[in-house]
């Protein structure tokens, strides 16, 4: 049983880890009992408030940037519960929090339903849980500091001068609500996003037809560190609301950025990405023009299958309308191979001696110079003739 007294005791063990370094630091107080528990311990009809004495490691510090994060554990008794004077309404709650730089950023309650064993607990002024208890918690001995949680503070928290415990009872009868809150560590984190952007070998992406969206998260880059991955936006500073979820997009500019998913950290840097699309071209077909009374048979071909003649397959006759047929199943068709100059000519590996002097409309060749099949020819009616690339596909008349 918890009696109501005028009596606290407070103690508090700070430990900081800065970026890879561990100190230690503690600090006691004539009046404290450290054998029982380490922190803040209020009973019925007090509000103290305990300033933690911070080593100049920690106020000279600058926070790196993954911020700050606290934890602390916490207890309480349910006064009420413990001694409700002939069954009466009074039940009086404890309030308790933590405060730093003089801003308060987290808070908690016991219930003010004395049958109730569960209170709740809060961030405030811009600070986050990171873990733990959040909201409801559990109202058990004190002693036991069952209830932990971990909070971020703010990113406008750039340096700690201060750090408060403080609280108050509801007071002014029996049956109060008694508590404890320890803060067991201060870090100040690294975040591993870093500060540098995503590097790719190309920031312009261009989807080729009949594609219209790509899917982001096929691109990637060659220096993302570890602990962290890649993220997209719409914005070039990276954050939560302006993240891309369905990363399948169309044209656009596009801004990628590290993530760190333990300290819910980006990286300060961003890359931006432009897509483009590819209109399709404007393609036409015209039906081959069929003879169908007449036939004729093709006279001439080659063949690696074995067979020729009317005896044997009727080949190459069976094929139609042909000055010849080629025929294999493991075989190509390789065009001459011609080196073109400057002047657009057909010429010896020298890149002088003309090879074809006197080319004929419809001759066909492989520019070698140019990687395209190249066909003799006009496009002007026949008042000149040259070598062309086919490329492009078209509907001739």
């Given at each position: 049983?918890?009696?109501k ?58 926070a ?14 349910n ?18 929090g ?27 002024s811009g ?9 409801v ?25 201060s ?64 602990g ?7 914005a ?40 483009t ?18 036939t ?5 071909g ?23 047929v ?5 075989k190509g ?27 004929v ?35 001739p008349?």
């Amino acid at each position: 049983m918890i009696k109501k007294n005028k009596t606290y005791f407070i103690s508090l063990v700070v430990v900081m880890l800065l970026l890879t370094t561990s100190i230690t630091y503690a600090q006691t107080n004539n009046n404290v009992n450290i054998s029982y528990s380490t922190g803040l311990y209020i009973t019925d009809g007090q509000s103290p408030v305990w300033n933690v004495s911070l080593p100049n490691s920690i106020i000279n510090s600058t926070a790196p940037s993954g911020g700050y994060i606290l934890t602390f554990s916490w207890g309480a008794n349910n006064g009420s519960n413990i001694m409700r004077p002939g069954g009466g309404a009074f039940t009086p709650t404890a309030t308790f929090g933590i405060r730093v730089n003089g801003v308060q950023y987290w808070q908690a309650k016991t219930p003010s339903d004395s049958n109730t064993q569960s209170g709740d607990n809060a961030t405030f002024s811009g600070a986050s849980f990171v873990s733990g208890v959040t909201g409801v918690w559990n109202m058990e001995s004190y002693a036991s500091l069952s209830n932990t949680a971990s909070i971020r503070l703010p990113a406008g928290v750039t340096s700690i001068t201060s750090i408060q415990l403080y609280g108050f009872t509801g007071g002014g009868g029996s049956g109060g609500d008694d508590f404890i809150l320890q803060l067991n560590s201060l870090v100040a984190n690294s975040c591993s996003a870093g500060v540098t952007a995503p590097s790719f070998s190309t920031t312009n992406v261009s989807v080729l037809c009949p594609n219209t969206t790509i899917n982001l998260s096929s691109v990637t880059a060659f220096n993302t560190p570890s602990g962290a991955v890649l993220t997209w936006h719409t914005a070039s500073t990276a954050n939560t609301a302006n993240k891309i979820t369905n990363t399948v997009v169309g044209a656009g500019t596009y801004y990628a950025a590290f993530y760190d998913s333990v300290l819910d950290c980006y990286s300060s840097s961003t890359t931006a990405v432009i897509v483009t699309t590819t209109a399709c071209p404007t393609f036409c077909y015209k039906p081959g023009i069929a003879d169908t009374g007449n036939t004729y048979s093709t006279k001439h071909g080659i063949t690696a299958l074995g067979r020729a003649g009317a005896d044997n397959g009727n080949w190459p006759m069976v094929r139609q309308s042909a000055w010849t047929v080629l025929e294999a199943k493991t075989k190509g068709f390789v065009v001459n191979r011609v080196k073109f100059n400057s002047s657009n000519l057909p010429v010896a590996d020298d890149g002088t001696t003309l090879i074809i002097t006197s080319p004929v409309e419809g001759m066909l060749v492989y520019d070698t110079t140019n990687n395209c099949l190249k066909l003799y020819t006009s496009t002007d009616g026949g008042a000149t003739f040259g070598w062309y690339c086919i490329g492009t596909q078209t509907c001739p008349d």
